[in-house]
């Protein structure tokens, strides 16, 4: 009974750590999967200038050159233009601050997952002109609804504050709320044409077709473009990159706690388990069992134990884990609002965190044995008259 | 015959700065190879403590406990368990088996201790069974044996690491007396065909009467010793 009950404590906690790190992974996983296929992209291509204030006269030159031989090339899955500037959107209760993207809507629903994050009205017609979709936290602020018009007022590549007035189309929500509120979308050729850039645009938005190439194809594109300013969705969002670097971090962090948990839980077992055999331990010693040896059976013992608990924590987080990938883990019990707000989906898939496996190992086994350490030091101290007296 | 146990002048006090409570007061003992000796007297008279003491348990507040020659007061607690292990052998009132353990790996549980390799423990076992008369309960947990069965398994334990002699405190204690008659039955033999050095404390009648030598206790005293007796008369017929 008692060593059923250190072997579901050391599966519990294996279980209860190899689960955190599970979820973790999952949700920085979805966290990058939303920066780079509904935000970012792998890559971005702007002129050198443009992201220091966003003038629109910083156009990439040759742009349709550049896009049509990034297409092409061996890796990336697709290259998307966007023509961008920072304005004002205003209706008639209030205004706001905004980036307004104009995009060619087929690519940009492929690139983005545009059309998919609608969630009332329409994707763009293209029989219509100056339609703009925007996002639900923004809808909400500026109390828009589908077909309200706005006002959308910026510079154009000259200098010159031009305005257009464009209806709702669309309304989108992300997974990132932030983004929501501060990003409209609007056909590139309605917004070209109120900056004055004809066929230019400022952004080139690269998808490829597996991370890893992310490094070696960001290097040959500034081999040959060196002009441009060439970033990873690294560089782009360094939020997110600090974000996953940590939260690996934290994750161990969070383990060790429940390792100081299941420790104590250790500790309590085996000083039980010492106590209830007080004097099989004073007739070992009596007998001539030395204390290296008694420490050693107790220290073996709960080793044992460990390694009778790990298999099964082990499978069970791979089963309920890989149940949770397939199917998803709802957290929207966490509050949306507040899991929008960091940039995660509200559905996350927990992924088995294979590579960690070793380090959790070393860390359970090093807990087991630090907790036996107490307990053990007590039956050493233990003197066979008083302990056979028991 | 060789003097197994010789004991100096031995006192045991408990509460030495309060009210001192002497458990063992005093006491001179020389036991030689191949006694059966019975240590009696009432509850409280410090049989125990003695047997404790001279088993290396305990250590006395004065005197000196030389077995085989060595002064086993003077080890360190190290060297003593290792005294212990090769040269004493206990059994103890309530058996204490380890209860995982078959009865067989219990017995081996000690030999393993002295690193005496398999083939030896085997033959030593198979032996030691004949011996008690379990050889068919080998692999027997002690829960499945008798309370006689596993005092008999408890002696064999005693006896397996060739010890020079054994000390058992109150082995009947918890035996109907038919464990007990065969428990001593197996005591007996060993003794007289093995010459195996027995020391055992007891209030039990049926095991004062089987022992050849007895010495009472009395708070903490030897007030009788019939070895003494014996030397006595031998003294006299020889002046006779």
Excluded at chain 1, 95 to 122: C, D, F, H, M
Excluded at chain 1, 331 to 337: H, R, V, Y
Excluded at chain 2, 214 to 226: Q, Y
Aim: charged share 25%; aromatic share 6%; net charge positive.
């Amino acid at each position: 009974m008692r060593s059923m009950v250190i072997i579901l404590s050391i599966a519990v906690g294996l279980f209860a750590g190899i689960a955190v790190l599970a979820l973790y992974k999952g949700m920085m996983k979805s966290r990058v999967r939303t920066l780079i296929y509904a935000e970012a992209g792998h890559l971005q291509i702007h002129d050198s200038n443009f992201k220091k204030d966003y003038d629109p006269r910083y156009v990439i030159i040759n742009g349709s050159k550049i896009i049509k031989e990034i297409a092409s090339a061996p890796g990336v899955l697709l290259a998307a233009p966007r023509s961008i500037t920072q304005g004002m959107l205003a209706t008639t209760t209030g205004s706001a601050g905004v980036q307004i993207n104009g995009v060619i809507p087929e690519l940009e629903y492929a690139v983005s997952q545009l059309k998919r994050k609608i969630v009332e009205g329409a994707k763009f017609n293209s029989a219509k002109k100056n339609e703009v979709l925007i996002g639900k936290k923004l809808a909400d602020k500026m109390k828009l609804k589908l077909r309200s018009k706005l006002v959308l007022t910026f510079t154009d590549s000259s200098g010159t504050i031009v305005s257009g007035a464009f209806r709702v189309a669309g309304i989108f929500q992300s997974d990132n709320a932030p983004l929501d509120e501060k990003n409209v979308y609007v056909d590139i050729k309605d917004l070209n044409a109120l900056l004055s850039i004809s066929y230019a645009f400022h952004e080139i938005v690269i998808l490829l077709d597996r991370d890893e190439d992310v490094s070696s194809i960001q290097d040959n594109l500034r081999r040959r473009y060196p002009g441009l300013l060439i970033e990873s969705w690294r560089e782009i969002s360094p939020e997110t990159d600090l974000l996953v670097k940590t939260t690996n971090q934290y994750s161990y962090i969070i383990m060790i706690i429940i390792m100081i948990a299941l420790a104590f839980g250790i500790i309590n077992t085996m000083l039980m388990a010492i106590i209830e055999r007080t004097r099989e331990i004073g007739m070992m010693l009596a007998l001539g069992i030395n204390r290296l040896r008694l420490f050693t059976l107790i220290l073996l013992e709960t080793i044992f134990l460990t390694l009778a608990g790990t298999p099964i924590g082990i499978l069970a987080a791979w089963l309920i884990i890989n149940y949770y990938n397939k199917k998803g883990l709802n957290l929207s019990g966490l509050g949306e609002e507040m899991m929008s707000s960091f940039g995660f989906g509200m559905i996350i898939y927990p992924e088995f965190p294979i590579d960690k496996l070793a380090g959790v190992l070393i860390i359970v086994i090093a807990t087991a044995i630090i907790s036996c350490l107490f307990p053990a030091l007590r039956a050493l101290m233990l003197q066979p008259v008083v302990a056979l007296r028991r | 015959m060789d003097t197994v146990i010789d004991a100096h002048n031995i006192s045991k006090v408990y509460n030495p700065e309060t009210i001192p409570v002497y458990a063992v007061n005093n006491v001179h003992l020389h036991l030689k190879k191949g006694e059966f000796t019975a240590l009696v007297g009432p509850s409280g008279s410090g049989k125990t403590t003695l047997l404790n003491l001279i088993g290396g348990l305990d250590k006395p507040d004065e005197g000196n406990i030389l077995i085989n020659g060595i002064d086993i007061t003077k080890l360190s607690a190290n060297d003593l368990i290792d005294f212990r292990l090769h040269n004493i052998g206990f059994v103890f009132q309530s058996f204490n088996l380890i209860p995982v353990l078959t009865a067989k790996e219990n017995v081996e549980f000690i030999m393993q201790l002295q690193r005496i390799n398999k083939k030896q423990r085997d033959e030593r076992i198979k032996q030691l069974f004949k011996e008690i008369d379990l050889e068919d309960k080998l692999n027997e947990r002690p829960s499945k044996l008798s309370g006689g069965q596993q005092q008999r398994v408890a002696v064999a334990r005693a006896l397996a690491s060739k010890p020079k002699f054994i000390l058992a405190d109150e082995p009947t204690a918890n035996l109907d007396s038919k464990s007990a008659s065969n428990l001593l039955d197996i005591m007996d033999k060993l003794n007289r065909e093995e010459n195996i050095t027995f020391l055992f404390s007891t209030h039990d009648q049926r095991v004062i009467d089987r022992a050849r030598r007895v010495i009472t206790l009395v708070d903490g005293r030897i007030v009788s010793d019939t070895a003494e007796v014996s030397t006595k008369h031998e003294d006299a017929d020889m002046k006779h």
